[in-house]
C-alpha cells in the first residue's frame, strides 16, 4: 500500500515572503509548455510485477502469461455510484453504498464443531500429549482443558451480516479521510481466477500501516472475493471489541501472551493455530498511521498469486546446502582469501528452533524459502511514486539543494531508467504537476529559498534533521530495491577504484578545483578492471545484503554477475578487450602497470581476456556516485557499528543490545552532524543481524532470553579494524 498526502509547497513558497507569489506561479507557466507529459508506463500496456518465481512455480507462472489482456485500469473503491448496482434512479444514487455491500458475496465461515475438529487433529493430539502438558496417566480429554483459553480464537468467524455492515461504515469512514483508494484491477483478475479453482487464499501484506486491517479485507469484499482471516498482532484487552473482531474474522492473540514472539513459541498455540480450518489466512504487521489533517490517495498492490502445493512438489524450492555468513566472508575479511566466497548464504535465522519445535529440518527449509520468495514478491510488486522519486534524488544526489528545473530534468530522467526496468509507478500527468504535487507533500523535510539570481527558479534542499533524513529515507527505499544491480556493482566499481587510488595507480582525477593543463570540469578514471575482480567485489558485497533484495532462487553469484552486466547496460562501464598474448592483472591502461611479451609473468595469473573501464560521459561519474549513495546508509552504520562494539558491555539481552547499537548510530550521526538515514530503527536492526550472521555478536540462551555478546575474535582491535576496512571500502561518502 502507498500512500501519499497533503497540501503545502504552496503555502511554503508564500512564507518567504510575498515577493515569492508570483515567482513560483510564473516557473511554472514558464516552462510548462518545453517539458512533454510524464508516462506512468511504456508500451501499451503496464508492466507486469509482482509475478511469482519462474522456477519454483513454473505453471502458476504459465497461467498468467498465457493470457494475455488488456490494461484494465484502475479502481476507486470510495467512487462508489449506481453503476456499482443491480439499479438505478434518483433515489439509488442517494443509497448506492448500501445496495453496493448488500449485493456484494459473502463467505460466510461458521464456527459450528470446530472445537471437536481442533481437538482430533494429530498436532494437537501430540502437543496436549507432552510432558509438560498431560500428567502422567492422565486421560487425554483431562488434557483438553488446556484448550479453554483458546476456545475464543478457535470459535472465530464471520458473520455475513456484520461484515455487510462493517463494510459500509468503512466506505463512509475512508470516504472522510482520503481523497481515493485506488486498487489496480489487472491484479485484481489474477486472484479471481485462482479463487475460481477451490483452493484455500493465503495473503501476505508489507507492513505500511494500520488501516491494512480494514484496507485489504474492505478491497476484497468489495470484490466478491472471499474476505480472509486476519491474523492480529496487537494485544486488545475489551472484551466487547474482542468479540466483534472475532465476529468479523480476526485472529486475536490469546490474553495472556504479551508478544505476538511467545504466542508462536508456545508449542499448543502454534498447534491450535495450524488445525483450525482456515478457509484463508491474512497476515499483517502493521505501523501506527501518523495522523495527518491533510486528505491523502491510497494505492493497493497485489502480487500474482502462486500454488504452494506446486512449489512442494516441484522439489525446486531449496535453501539446504548453503553456508553461514561467517564462512563466507571471514577468510576474506581476517585472511584476504577469497576462495570462500563463493557459495550460497544461509538465513536460518527467519525461523529459529524455538519457532514451531516441532518442525523438521526439511519444512523448515521450505518455510524458509517461501518467506524469502514472500519477502521479495511483495517488495517487486509495489509502484514508485513521485514523492520516492524526489526523495531519492534530494537525499542521493543533490543533498545541498538544487535549483528547480534541475530537479525536474532529474525527475525525467529517474523516471526513464525506473520504467526501462519494468517497474510500476503511480503517477502520471505533466511534469510540472508531478514535480510540484512531490514537493507538496514533502514540504515539512524541505528547506526552500529564493534563488539569488533567478527568484522564478527557486532553491530546494532536504531539512538537515534527524526526522526530516528519516522521512526522506524511508520514501526513498524503493527505489534502492529498483536499482540494487546497479547500486551493488557501482560499489564494487567504488572499491576497486580506491584500491588504486591507494596503491597510488595512475589514475586520474580532473575537477574544477584543478589547474594547469588538465580539463576544467572534467573527470578522468584511467583505469581499466579486471571482470573476475569485479564480479568479487560484488559477490562479497552482495552476502551481506539484507533479505528482500536477491532473487530467492538466483545464486549469489549469478546476481553479482547481473551487477557487472547492468553497468554496462547503463552506460558506465565499457568492455575493453585485452590482447591474448597480455595477463591481466588489475591492467591499468597507461603505463601504471605493463607487461611485454619477455617479461616474466609467473605471479600473474592467464585469465579471461577481459577489462572494463570507466565510460567518459558527462554525466558518468555522477550516476556512479549516486549508484553507490544507495547503499551508503546501511554500510556506513555497518562501520559506525564496528567501532562502538568496545562500547559495549556485552552479554546483554537482545533488545537491550538492540537498544545500545541503536543509541550509538544516533550519536554518532549527532557528532558528524548529518547521515541520520544511517541511524533509523530498522537499519540498526539489519545492522545487528548481520553483525550476528558474521559471527561478531555470539547468541546465547539463558534463563529462556537471547543474549547478545561480542564474539572473542572481534574484542581484538585488529579483527575490528579489519572488519571496519572491509565494509568501508564499498562506502562512498
Keep these: 500500500m502507498a500512500q501519499e498526502s497533503g497540501y503545502g509547497f504552496t503555502e511554503a513558497l508564500i512564507s518567504q515572503g510575498t515577493q515569492q507569489k508570483r515567482p513560483a506561479l510564473s516557473w511554472g507557466s514558464k516552462i510548462k509548455k518545453k517539458l512533454k507529459t510524464v508516462a506512468p508506463y511504456l508500451g501499451k500496456f503496464r508492466p507486469s510485477v509482482g509475478q511469482c518465481c519462474h522456477q519454483c512455480t513454473p505453471d502458476s507462472l504459465g497461467k498468467k502469461l498465457g493470457q494475455t489482456i488488456p490494461s484494465l485500469g484502475f479502481h476507486n473503491l470510495l467512487s462508489v455510484n449506481e453503476t456499482h448496482t443491480r439499479y438505478r434512479g434518483w433515489l439509488v444514487r442517494r443509497v448506492c453504498c448500501v445496495l453496493l455491500v448488500r449485493g456484494c458475496r459473502v463467505y460466510p465461515s461458521p464456527a459450528t464443531d470446530r472445537v471437536e475438529r481442533v481437538s482430533q487433529s494429530n498436532r494437537v493430539q501430540k502437543a496436549l500429549s507432552s510432558p509438560d502438558i498431560a500428567p502422567a496417566g492422565g486421560d487425554t480429554w483431562g488434557s483438553l482443558t488446556h484448550l479453554t483459553p483458546y476456545i475464543p480464537l478457535i470459535n472465530t468467524c464471520i458473520s455475513p451480516q456484520l461484515l455487510r455492515l462493517v463494510g459500509w461504515v468503512l466506505l463512509k469512514a475512508f470516504g472522510s479521510v482520503f481523497c481515493s483508494v485506488q486498487v489496480n484491477l489487472n491484479h485484481m483478475a489474477p486472484l479471481h481466477r485462482a479463487s475460481k479453482q477451490g483452493a484455500s487464499l493465503v495473503y501476505v501484506c508489507v507492513p505500511q500501516s494500520i488501516v491494512d486491517y480494514a484496507l485489504i479485507p474492505l478491497v476484497l469484499f468489495c470484490h466478491n472475493l472471499r474476505v480472509p482471516y486476519t491474523l492480529c498482532h496487537l494485544q486488545i484487552h475489551n472484551n466487547w471489541f474482542r468479540s466483534v473482531l472475532q465476529r468479523l474474522g480476526v485472529v486475536l492473540l490469546p490474553p495472556d501472551p504479551i508478544t505476538e514472539q511467545e504466542a508462536e513459541t508456545d508449542n499448543l498455540y502454534s498447534s491450535v493455530m495450524t488445525s483450525v480450518g482456515l478457509l484463508s489466512t491474512l497476515r499483517c504487521v502493521f505501523s501506527l498511521l501518523c495522523g495527518n489533517r491533510q486528505r491523502s490517495s491510497v494505492r493497493i498492490h497485489f502480487a500474482q498469486p502462486f500454488s504452494l502445493k506446486e512449489m512442494c512438489d516441484t522439489g525446486k524450492c531449496r535453501v539446504d546446502g548453503g553456508r553461514p555468513l561467517q564462512d563466507l566472508l571471514l577468510p576474506t575479511i581476517l585472511h584476504n582469501r577469497s576462495d570462500a566466497i563463493f557459495g550460497q548464504r544461509t538465513m536460518s535465522w527467519i525461523l529459529p528452533p524455538c519457532y514451531l519445535p516441532e518442525l523438521c529440518q526439511s519444512e523448515r527449509d521450505l518455510s524458509i524459502a517461501l518467506t524469502l520468495h514472500l519477502t521479495y514478491s511483495t517488495m517487486s510488486c509495489m509502484a514508485v511514486m513521485s514523492t520516492s522519486l524526489v526523495s531519492c534524488l534530494l537525499l542521493h544526489k543533490h543533498r545541498k539543494g538544487v535549483c528547480l528545473s534541475v530537479l525536474c530534468r532529474d525527475v525525467a530522467w529517474l523516471l526513464e531508467e525506473i520504467l526501462f526496468r519494468n517497474r510500476d509507478v503511480g503517477f502520471g500527468g505533466s511534469l510540472v504537476g508531478v514535480v510540484y504535487h512531490s514537493l507538496t507533500l514533502l514540504t515539512p523535510h524541505l528547506t526552500l529559498a529564493a534563488h539569488p539570481k533567478d527568484r522564478s527558479d527557486p ?136 607487461w611485454s611479451a619477455s617479461d616474466d609473468h609467473s605471479d600473474c595469473e592467464e585469465g579471461e581476456t577481459r577489462s572494463f573501464k570507466l565510460s567518459q560521459p558527462s554525466q558518468c561519474p555522477e550516476l556512479l556516485f549516486f549508484l553507490c549513495s544507495l547503499m551508503a546508509g546501511y554500510l556506513r552504520a555497518l562501520c559506525w557499528a564496528t567501532e562502538g562494539l568496545d562500547l559495549l558491555d556485552t552479554p546483554l539481552p537482545e533488545a537491550v543490545c538492540l537498544d545500545q547499537i541503536h543509541s550509538h548510530l544516533c550519536d554518532t550521526a549527532q557528532r558528524d552532524r548529518g547521515h541520520y538515514e544511517s541511524c533509523s530503527e530498522e537499519v540498526a536492526r539489519v545492522t545487528v543481524r548481520t553483525l550476528t550472521d558474521l559471527g561478531v555478536l555470539v547468541e546465547d540462551q539463558q534463563r529462556g532470553c537471547v543474549f547478545l555478546g561480542v564474539s572473542p575474535l572481534f574484542q581484538q582491535t585488529d579483527n575490528r579494524q579489519k572488519l571496519h576496512s572491509f565494509v568501508s571500502q564499498f562506502l562512498y561518502d
Design 459 to 594: 532553491l530546494i534542499a532536504p531539512h538537515p534533521s534527524l526526522s526530516a533524513t528519516l522521512s526522506l529515507s524511508r520514501h526513498s527505499q524503493i527505489l534502492t530495491h529498483t536499482f540494487i544491480h546497479e547500486a551493488v556493482g557501482a560499489c564494487a566499481v567504488s572499491a576497486m577504484l580506491c584500491e588504486v587510488a591507494g596503491c597510488g595507480g595512475s589514475s586520474r582525477i580532473r575537477g574544477e578545483e584543478i589547474k594547469g593543463d588538465e580539463v576544467r570540469g572534467e573527470m578522468e578514471f584511467d583505469v581499466a578492471l579486471c571482470q573476475d575482480e569485479l564480479t568479487e567485489r560484488a559477490l562479497q558485497l552482495t552476502h551481506l545484503l539484507p533479505p528482500g533484495y536477491i532473487p530467492p532462487c538466483q545464486s549469489s553469484h549469478g546476481f553479482a554477475l547481473d551487477a557487472v552486466d547492468t553497468l554496462v547496460r547503463c552506460g558506465i562501464l565499457v568492455m575493453e578487450e585485452v590482447p591474448s598474448d597480455t595477463p591481466i592483472c588489475d591492467f591499468w591502461r597507461k603505463g601504471a602497470l605493463t
